[in-house]
């Protein structure tokens, strides 16, 4: 199994940043594209930034400009800086990547629990 624990959450004011970091975990024979989520109540989750293995990335228009994502490939780690936050980017962000098991016959997805981030004076 595949582990994503994520962290760095929590209570910004507006124009401030925060960095969220997401750790992988397990019996892991590799890791393909790893990305941030978010869901605000209410709506439906949306990616907010995604990366390869090998470095492309993929931003939402909502957040380009503002975010970066990144990743430690040596770390089973994947980033994601978020500069200029505003209240509609509050929302519980979850991590994702598609990875594949030890010995196990096929990748698939696996998800992080979540961790909130408010914007708010």
């Known amino acids: 199994q595949v582990q994503l624990v994520e962290s760095g959450g929590g209570l910004v004011q507006p124009g401030g940043s925060l960095r969220l970091s997401c750790a992988a975990s397990?019996?892991?024979?590799?890791?393909?594209?790893m990305g941030w989520y978010r869901q605000a109540p209410g709506k439906q989750r949306e990616l907010v930034a995604a990366?390869?293995?090998?470095?492309?990335?993929n931003y939402a228009d909502s957040v380009k400009g503002r975010f970066t994502i990144s990743r430690d490939n040596a770390k089973k780690t994947v980033y994601l800086q978020m500069n200029n936050l505003k209240p509609e980017d509050t929302a519980d962000y979850y991590c994702?990547?598609?990875?594949?098991?030890?010995?196990?016959?096929?990748?698939?997805?696996?998800w992080g629990e979540g961790t909130l981030v408010t914007v708010s004076s």
């Open positions: 397990g019996s892991i024979s590799r890791i393909g594209a």
């Open positions: 994702n990547a598609y990875a594949w098991t030890i010995g196990g016959p096929s990748g698939a997805d696996y």
């Open positions: 990366i390869t293995s090998g470095g492309y990335t």
